[in-house]
């Protein structure tokens, strides 16, 4: 298989990134720390690392065409860039970064992938969203809003590739639970490691799942998040 993982120098992406070459597919990565791409590389020479920041939205469709290039198609494309960052205080130049790289890079990202397919005729495309998806958060308004704006975006090209007949396009939204990253800070319930994360990730994507919780029981919270009233919500969390 075929794979570009855009975000894939640390967290998920990377765990991810490292059990497709692991598994002999041909995998494409990305990220703006060069430094982890070179630790890839060396680990991996087989792997296309390929510098890449994801604010930059004129490079998206650069980005798809250098990989095409080298591969000569496209299989699976996974987006798995995202930033989180406590604030309270709700200063805008933290608001404005995640607006940035959570909306306006993952959405030019994630369009410009869907068109790639149509014009292919096929492909799987995968976001990494969040369980955070289902409700705000006073400590970060903006990441939260964000997760629940990517996951409201997959759902609208779902319904687009379902309309398609010249195309066959899967679409996959992810949405971990916690995950041993620099966005899981502290002690949390339920946390899983990267790798642990990436296995459940795959199987949701062999099976090519619309919508998949990570691990399987935070659905189970998802349903909980989303119907609690939100007076409790307040006292809770």
Not at 91 to 113: A, F, Q
Not at 168 to 185: E, K, M, Y
């Amino acid at each position: 298989m075929k794979i570009l993982i855009v975000g894939a120098t640390s967290g998920i992406g990377r765990a991810m990134a490292e059990d497709y070459l692991e598994q002999g597919h041909r995998v494409a990565l990305t990220g703006r720390r060069e430094e982890n791409l070179k630790e890839i590389k060396e680990k991996f020479p087989q792997a296309l690392t390929i510098k890449h920041d994801i604010r930059k939205t004129e490079e998206a469709v650069s980005l798809l065409y250098k990989v095409y290039t080298e591969f000569g198609g496209i299989d699976l494309i996974v987006v798995s860039a995202g930033i989180g960052k406590f604030n309270k205080e709700l200063g805008w130049e933290i608001c404005e970064s995640v607006l940035k790289t959570n909306i306006l890079g993952v959405t030019r990202m994630l369009t410009e992938s869907y068109r790639f397919f149509q014009k292919q005729g096929r492909g799987h495309l995968v976001n990494i969203s969040s369980v955070a998806s289902h409700i705000g958060n006073d400590a970060n308004p903006s990441y939260n809003a964000s997760k629940a704006y990517q996951s409201n975006f997959m759902e609208g090209l779902w319904f687009k590739s379902n309309k398609e007949k010249k195309a066959r396009i899967t679409i996959t939204d992810i949405r971990p639970g916690f995950v041993d990253t620099r966005l899981a800070q502290g002690d949390t319930f339920w946390k899983i490691d990267t790798q642990t994360a990436s296995k459940s990730i795959r199987k949701a994507i062999d099976k090519k799942k619309r919508v998949a919780y990570i691990t399987g029981k935070w659905g189970l919270i998802a349903i909980i998040l989303k119907n609690i009233p939100r007076k409790l919500a307040a006292k809770l969390f």
